[in-house]
C-alpha cells in the first residue's frame, strides 16, 4: 500500500523493480536476467525503495491517516444504516461522496 500512495516519489528505477517484484511476482532473479544487472542489485535497490517509502510513510502519515478515514467512513455508513427516511439518504450520499473522493473522484456537491 506505501508504493500505491508515494509511487511518484520513487526513482524510475526503483518504481519498475517494486512493480515487477511486488505487483507482476517476479523473483529477485527474473527481474535480474530482464534488466542484466545482479539479483543482489536488484535485491539492494527493492530494499532502498522500501526504506524510502517507509520514511516518506513516517514523514506524511498518508497511509495511516487514509486508513483512518476509512474507520470513520465505516462507522458513518452504519450510523446511516441504522437512521430512517431523510437522515439515511442523506449520509449515506454524504458517505458516497467521501468516498467517490477517497477514490481519486472529484465529488464536490456537498448540497445533500
Known sequence: MLFDFYEPLLTEKQQTFLKYYFHDDYSLGEIAA???VSRQAVY????RAE???????????????????????????????EADGMLNKRLT???????????GGMETNGNE
Open 34 to 36: 530482464e534488466f542484466e
Open 44 to 47: 539492494e535497490h527493492i530494499k
Open 51 to 81: 526504506t524510502v517509502l517507509e520514511g516518506y510513510e513516517s514523514k506524511l502519515k498518508l497511509l495511516a491517516k487514509h486508513d483512518a478515514r476509512q474507520q470513520w467512513l465505516g462507522k458513518l455508513e452504519a450510523c446511516a444504516a
Open 93 to 103: 450520499a454524504i458517505t458516497a461522496g467521501l468516498r467517490a473522493i477517497e477514490s
